[in-house]
């Protein structure tokens, strides 16, 4: 079975200063991927990054970048230069690697980000 | 494009009661999904569908049924509404095909059982 563990249930991070949000997952699949969602206190889930198992490179979108390190099981998300607007709850997730596309979610990081 | 909408938004239900939750998505996606977030949990999923007509099982299950009889709409029901049922409700869709895998989210629908 999949499992995603995040092992921070709050972080704090000063504005501009860059922050990392920890994930481990554990699966026998050769072929998953990997995503994070933010979560606002407004309640809607937001996509961030997508990193496939066979990724090479650490996918990038922006501010945000997905550590991947494959033999440590570990999908860690980078934000550089904190926004005060990045405060909300972070959750990583597990794309299962059978035809139904389904997610595991990690229980989430509430990130804040202080002025 | 509307994206993934949920109806309604808020809903309150005393113990026993039913009531559907619609989502609906006119991004013509084949697979849909209903998830349920509790606090300081992830969300978790309680059933799936791959098309039209069909429905799977997740994670939990229970107390719920589901209807994809349409493509573009996937009903959450509740039968006999329970307080551990409490909870925000989230749809989500994605289509088919490789290099697709963003699930798309609806706002959500916050459920409380009395």
């Known amino acids: 079975a999949q499992k995603i563990t995040q092992t921070q249930p709050g972080m704090f991070v000063q504005e501009k200063e860059a922050v990392t949000l920890d994930c481990t997952y554990d699966t026998s699949d050769q072929s998953y991927g990997l995503f994070w969602y933010k979560q606002p206190s407004s309640g809607e889930m937001i996509f961030l990054i997508y990193?496939?198992?066979?990724?090479?490179q650490n996918a990038t979108e922006g501010r945000y970048s997905l550590n991947f390190q494959k033999a440590r099981k570990s999908a860690n998300l980078v934000i550089s230069a904190s926004q005060l607007g990045d405060s909300a709850m972070y959750f990583c997730?597990?794309?299962?690697?059978?035809?139904?596309?389904?997610?595991?979610f990690g229980s989430g990081t509430q990130l804040t980000v202080l002025p | 494009n509307a994206g993934v909408t949920q109806t309604p938004k808020f809903r309150v239900l005393k113990t026993g009661q039913s009531m559907t939750l619609l989502c609906a998505q006119d991004?013509?996606?084949?697979?849909m999904y209903w998830y349920r977030q509790d606090p300081g949990m992830g969300l978790r999923l309680i059933h799936y569908?791959?098309?039209?007509?069909?429905?799977a099982k997740g994670e939990v299950p229970d107390g719920y049924n589901v209807s994809r009889l349409k493509k573009q709409n996937f009903l959450l029901g509740l039968e006999s509404a329970a307080p551990s049922q409490t909870s925000v409700y989230f749809c989500a869709s994605i289509r088919s095909g490789t290099g697709t895998y963003e699930q798309y989210f609806g706002p959500g629908t916050r459920l409380t059982v009395t």
């Open positions: 569908s791959v098309g039209e007509g069909t429905t």
């Open positions: 997730a597990m794309l299962h690697s059978g035809s139904a596309r389904q997610l595991t």
């Open positions: 990193q496939g198992s066979y990724d090479e």
């Open positions: 991004m013509n996606h084949e697979y």
